[in-house]
C-alpha cells in the first residue's frame, strides 16, 4: 500500500468517519475503505490503525460520543472480517459473456453484446462519437438502433457497476477493473431485428429482457448497466436497452418528467415490434425509477390493441422502485396486467429516492407506503443493504438479483421463492437481507 494513500486515507476517515460512520450505510462504508485496499485483511488491519487514530483525535462532543464511535468502528471491522476472500473463477467463463470480437482474447475480462433502441439524440461530433448518444431528443421523435460491446472485468463483484474513480486516482477507465463501454453500432431498422431475432434464436430459451432506465442516467450507464444485469443474471438471451433521453443530470429532474412522458409512443412502438419480429418465446421487461412510467403508459396504451395482438404478452414485467403516482398506478394496473403473464413489483421503504419524490409531488409512489394490487406479486425489498439511497437495490444487491434470476430461469412465483407477509388481509412477499 502506497503510503502517501494511506496518509491521504487516514486523513479523510479522521476528518468525516464519526459522521460518515454512522448516517451511511454499510454497503457504502465497505465501498469507500475497501476501495483503496487489496484484501479483507488488510482493510482490518487499515481500519484498525485508523481507529487507534480517531481515538486519539480530538473530536467535537457534539458529533458523536467516544463510546458510539467505538461502537460503530468495531461493528464494521466485524463486517469485514466476515468478507473472506473467494475462489470466485475468471469472469471470462461466465455464461453471460459473449466473448471477445475475435473470440480469442486472454484479457482478464469478458465481453457483453447489448442491443439497444433509443429516441436520444446522436452525437455527431467526431471527438464524442463513442459516447453514441446526447441527453437531447431525436428530431422527429425517431427510434436509433444498435448495439454495444462493453466489457466486465474478472474482478467484478456482483451487482457493482465498476467505474473509475477520482477518490482512487482512476481518472479514465481500465477494462481490467471496470465495466467499459467499448464501442457503439448503429444498425438500420430491419437489420437491427435481424440481428436481435439471431441472437435470441441462439439462446437457449429462445428469450431477450428490455430495461427501462430512470432518471439521471446516461446513454453510457445505460448501457453498461444491462450488461452488468445481463452478466450477474447469468442472462443466455439478448440483453435489450432502451434509452429515453434523460438529462443524465441531478438538477434535471423536471426535464426528465417531460422527456419520459415524450417518449411513451416510441417506447410503445419499440416493444410492439420487438414482440412481432424477435421471434422471442420469452420477452421480459425490468424497468426502474422514473422509467416505471413510460414503461406503465406505454403498457396501458398497448393493452387497447385487439385481442389477436394481445397474444403476443410479455413474460415477465418487473417494476423496480417506481417513481409512479401510486393512484395513477392503480388506476393502470388492470390493463397493465393484460399485457403480460406475470407482473412483479419490487419496492423498499428504504428507497430515499422515492420518498423525496413523493414530497415534491405532493402524493404517494407506487411502493411507498407498500402498495398490493390484486395480479401483481409486490415484493418488500426494505431488509436489503444497499447503496446510500437505497434506489438502485434491484441491480446492486444480490439477494435482489438472486430473486429475478429465479423469476426469469425457473418461472417460480413469489410464493415459491420468498416469505409471505399479509397487511390488512392482502399478501406481499419479502426479502431477506
Known sequence: MNARIAEIVSERLRADAPLAWITAGSSWRLERLGAFYASPSALRIAIEKILQQLRLSALPSQWVMQSNLKDTVDDLIVRISALEPKNEPDTREHRGATGAPDGGSTEPYAFVRVFYGTDREAVESQRFASEGFSAGRSRNGDTHYGNCLISVPACHRMGALESPSWFRFEFKPDPRKHIVLHEVATLEEELFFEEVARSIAQSPAHETFVFVHGFNVSFQDAVKRTAQIAFDLDFKGAPITYSWPSNGRVLDYNKDEANVIWTVPHLERFLDLLLARSGAERLHVIAHSMGNRAVCDALERRSRITTEAQQNRIHHLVLTAPDIDADTFKELAANIRKTAETVTLYASSND???????????????????????????????????????????????SVLSDIYALFGDDHPASQRLSALSSSGETYYVIKP
Not at 443493504?385 to 444487491?397: N, P, R
Open 352 to 398: 430515499k429516492a422515492i420518498r423525496l419524490s413523493a414530497e415534491i409531488h405532493g402524493n404517494p409512489r407506487a411502493g411507498t407506503p407498500l402498495l398490493i394490487i390484486p395480479g401483481v406479486e409486490t415484493i418488500d425489498a426494505s431488509n436489503v443493504d444497499t447503496d446510500f439511497l437505497g434506489h438502485s437495490y434491484f441491480s446492486s444487491a444480490r
